[in-house]
Every structure is written in C-alpha cells, then in structure tokens.
C-alpha cells in the first residue's frame, strides 16, 4: 500500500538553529510531493511542492526540501528556525498510477510538531 | 489561492445523531476533498467530491455514513449520520486550483461525540 512517513514527532530546537524533518514515501512511481505547515490556530497552508525538475525547492519562509528519488525521500529543511516557525508540518504525497493518472489525492504523513525555543 | 470556510467550526454532538457540515469557497472549483484527522492521527481521504457526479468513498467509507452534496461549483456538505464517538475528529474540505495543482483547506470543524 502507498504510505508516507515522517521520522521526527515531536521536534524542539532553539532559534538559530539548523532543522531538518524527514520524509519518505513508499511508491517507486512517479510522485508528486509537499510540504504543508499548520500555524497554531491556523490553516494547513503550502509550504513548497515539488512535480518534476530540480530535486531541489524552494517555498516561503526561507524553507527548501530536497527530493532524492533513490531513497525515496523529501526532507524538508531550514537553515536557522525562528520562533515563528512553531507550527506542525505534513509531508503529503501524490501517487500517479497508470489507471489515475495525477488523481490529486494526497497521502499523508504523521505530522512533525515543530517547537521553537525563543 | 482560494478562500475556503466551514460552519461550524465545532460542535458537541450526542451519540445517534447525524451533523451536516458546509464547506464554502470563494471561487468555482471542479474538485473538493473531504478528509477526517482523528486525534493524534494523519489526514485521511473520506471522499472526492466533484459537481455533477456522485461522491467517490475511499476504503473504509460508505456513502451512509458519510453522505456528500455537492450542488454547486462552490459549495458542499458533508453529514456525519448516526454518530458515536469514534466519530470524533476534525473534518477538513479542500479544493485544488488546478491551474497550480495546489489543495488548499478550509478551517476545519472539530466535532466532539458524547
């Protein structure tokens, strides 16, 4: 069965500190992969979305992931976290099937809550 | 990117009865999610809602228990019928922009079944 996972639950660092959180999916086809935040009391909104081109992208607030196809993975990283990056983020995956095609239905992570320790 | 708002945003319900839920968007949008995000728990697909045909269910998800209207290019509802409270989770609707393949969300109802 198609899955996602995200290896880090619960992360706590302190501002000016380097973040990375893992993701990896289970599909060998063709994917197409994001990153959504949710702000506290807020919207699950985009943070960055990578279809096809170079593996590496960048979104908003200064965050990129890096799609590596060989291992089955879409890290999601930020060189120095801010206290306003407190938030849960969602690795979520398209699976394009032959069948479906690009159906838009997404595969969600656990989610990844993000603290940021003033 | 499109506004999307749901009513309600919580409510307490007792065991047995049913909540319909409303998703409203600011633009016309071919498709529409339904998802459930059960404490502690991932996002899960409950069904695509598309104007001019029936919902689609994903596994685990049947139409009467989960009834989809979908009347318009703008609007849809999603009944939670014959509650317990395993059915006590947050209901999101999305819709993609497909020009940008982007989902965007709604709020989210937080439903509490006693």
């Known amino acids: 069965a198609q899955s996602v996972s995200q290896h880090n639950h619960h992360v706590i660092l302190s501002e000016a500190a380097s973040l990375e959180l893992g993701c990896n999916y289970s599909?060998?086809?063709?994917?197409?992969l994001f990153w959504y935040v949710q702000y506290p009391g807020q919207h699950l909104q985009l943070l960055l979305k990578?279809?096809?081109?170079d593996p590496l992208v960048k979104g908003i607030k200064g965050f990129e992931a890096e799609f590596i196809k060989s291992k089955f993975s879409f890290n999601l990283r930020k060189p120095s976290v801010q206290w306003s990056d407190t938030a849960e983020y969602f690795c979520?995956?398209?699976?394009?099937?032959?069948?479906?095609?690009?159906?838009?239905?997404?595969?969600w992570g656990l989610g990844t809550s993000l603290a940021v320790n003033p | 990117s499109a506004v999307i708002s749901q009513k309600p945003s919580r409510d307490i319900c007792q065991r047995g009865t049913s909540l319909t839920i409303q998703c409203q968007v600011d633009?016309?949008?071919?498709?529409m999610f339904w998802y459930r995000q059960q404490p502690g728990q991932s996002l899960t697909l409950i069904a695509t809602a598309n104007q001019g045909s029936e919902a689609t269910y994903e596994s685990g998800f049947v139409i009467d228990k989960f009834p989809i209207s979908r009347p318009n290019l703008t609007f849809s509802t999603l009944t939670v019928s014959n509650m317990s409270p395993e059915d006590s989770s947050i209901y999101l609707c999305s819709v993609v922009d497909l020009s940008t393949d982007t989902q965007y969300f709604g709020p989210g109802t937080r439903l509490t079944v006693l």
């Open positions: 979520a995956v398209n699976f394009e099937t032959v069948n479906a095609g690009n159906n838009r239905k997404l595969i």
């Open positions: 599909y060998g086809g063709t994917v197409n």
């Open positions: 633009s016309q949008v071919t498709m």
């Open positions: 990578y279809f096809s081109g």
